[in-house]
């Protein structure tokens, strides 16, 4: 009996020979969401984190602490997964999810700022830094806007990913990857390139009054064009390409898509925890420099906030370079798992690169090697989702989703956590700056060398297996 209902009927097999194949044109347009994301996160980590700590004195472990509290309610992540593969909006599994999610943060991230500039005001009033009632009255308001800024994410993001493997074929992943990805990176450049323009006539000494002015400007604007992004990528691809309903085996009994099922796939084979541990190690080394990135050029360069907001353009330019030339060029060649660890060493080189500049006070080298850590970032991203999209079980394809974006989301939490931690650390334990933000540079290298050695040990066949085996044992204890 439980193999009856591991086959596929012969009209769902019709239904899938005419579901559409994905058009390179249809990867581009997915690839907005991605775009929109990118944007999104230049707003929150970059801009946002540099009037925190620059324009209004926040301690950096209190401002990464803060704006690392929309990663910390990442296992959200695999409930909403987990919810659109169960229970259809408006008629669809994922598309539904994506739009309320997306709505709501970027309404969110318009109300953060204004915490902000009331957290400055209560900043001013005590004469610096203090633990007074009103500045911990707006931290605590601030990190709980940042919670629901998190939890809107993951409404929208899971869904997104899991949109990614219902419309795809494992042959065409690593070009759907590389597109949709590298979308991701040209809306940071975007991001970059757009908040440097309009924040280009503040300094770094700018009164409160003017930075309030720009940055207000900038968190009504930018928010507005995502919405349109988000619904221009996703209206309508899911009804002409998803092939959820043919794959899945339990779509017909969606009332029995629980939770406590979908987890029991989910941590069927042992492959799940080593990919889960290579995702965590790896993304907490590759992001432990975005919080402290523009400070870094601002303390040790001298750069204003047009300059460093656009240092985000030259490693994500390296970064879409990589993605876009991986999925099609580097992956066929060497396969996902190689084309990942080669990536984590490149990485691991770049930073001495970036500690060099700092020596040298050179900012040419700098821009230089954020262009090659993002060429090698793309490198590690492409393999590494690739694969991650190969260990999903379609029939619980968004807890699956949730799971890898758990994953992803703590590390970038925890990440963003210790680049402030570490940098304040290593102020107190150096009098040069360069040493101070080396510590944290050099901490991400040895991350991602320890990342290799987990990724050597993951097994995509042994988890397809695994996985099989899962599901034919809870419908068969469904049966019983």
């Known amino acids: 009996m439980a193999t009856e209902h591991l086959s596929t009927p012969r009209s769902d097999l019709g239904n899938a020979d005419r579901r559409s194949k994905l058009g390179l044109l249809t990867m581009f347009r997915l690839g907005l969401f991605q775009m929109s994301l990118g944007i999104m996160s230049i707003l929150m980590l970059g801009v946002l984190n540099r009037v925190l700590i620059d324009g209004l004195a926040v301690p950096a ?55 902000s500039w009331q957290l400055g005001a209560g900043i001013e009033t005590a004469g610096g830094w203090a633990w007074t009632g009103q500045i911990a009255g707006w931290t605590g308001f601030l990190a709980i806007l940042l919670i629901l800024y998190g939890l809107a994410l993951s409404a929208s993001s899971t869904p997104f990913a899991a949109l990614l493997v219902d419309v795809s074929d494992e042959e065409d992943r690593s070009r ?76 017909d009994r969606e009332d029995k898509i629980t939770l406590g099922r979908a987890l029991r796939v989910l941590t069927a084979s042992r492959q799940t925890g080593l990919f889960f541990t290579f995702l965590l190690i790896m993304t907490i080394s590759l992001f432990m420099q975005e919080p402290i990135l523009e400070p870094y050029g601002g303390q040790v360069f001298g750069m204003s906030y047009a300059e460093t907001t656009r240092l985000n ?49 050179n900012p040419v080298l700098l821009r230089g090697a954020l262009v090659v850590f993002g060429v090698a970032s793309g490198f590690t991203t492409t393999g590494a989702i690739s694969m991650m999209l190969d260990l999903t079980a379609a029939e619980t394809a968004g807890t699956f989703i949730g799971a890898w974006g758990l994953s992803q989301a703590l590390a970038r939490a925890i990440a963003t956590v210790m680049g402030g931690t570490v940098l304040t650390l290593g102020k107190q334990l150096f009098n040069h700056l360069v040493l101070a933000y080396g510590l944290v540079f050099g901490l991400q290298a040895i991350g991602m060398i320890l990342a290799v050695s987990f990724l050597r040990r993951v097994n995509v066949q042994e988890f397809q297996e695994n996985s099989r085996q899962a599901i034919a044992t809870v419908l068969e204890s469904e049966l019983d």
Do not use: N
């Open 61 to 115: 472990v209190i401002a990464a602490g803060a704006i690392a509290m929309h990663q910390f309610v990442a296992p959200a992540r695999v409930w909403f997964g987990q919810m659109s593969d169960a229970k259809p909006l408006f008629g669809l599994h994922r598309s539904g999810y994506i739009w309320l999610g997306s709505i709501a943060f970027t309404l969110i991230s318009y109300l953060a700022v204004q915490a």
């Open 176 to 251: 759907l990857v590389g597109v949709v990805w590298s979308m991701l990176m040209v809306g940071i450049v975007i991001g970059a390139i757009l908040s440097g323009e309009l924040l280009q006539q503040l300094e770094a000494d700018a009164p409160i009054a003017a930075l309030q002015t720009s940055i207000d400007r900038l968190f009504s604007v930018v928010p507005t064009i995502v919405v349109g992004l988000v619904l221009l990528a996703t209206v309508g691809i899911e009804k002409r390409y998803s092939r959820f309903a043919t794959r899945s085996t339990l779509v």
């Open 313 to 361: 353009a030259f490693w994500g330019t390296g970064t879409l370079v990589g993605l876009s030339s991986t999925g099609f060029l580097i992956v066929p060649r060497l396969g996902k798992q190689r084309t990942a660890a080669l990536g984590c060493w490149l990485v691991a080189g770049c930073f001495a690169l970036i500690i060099l500049s700092g020596f040298t006070e």
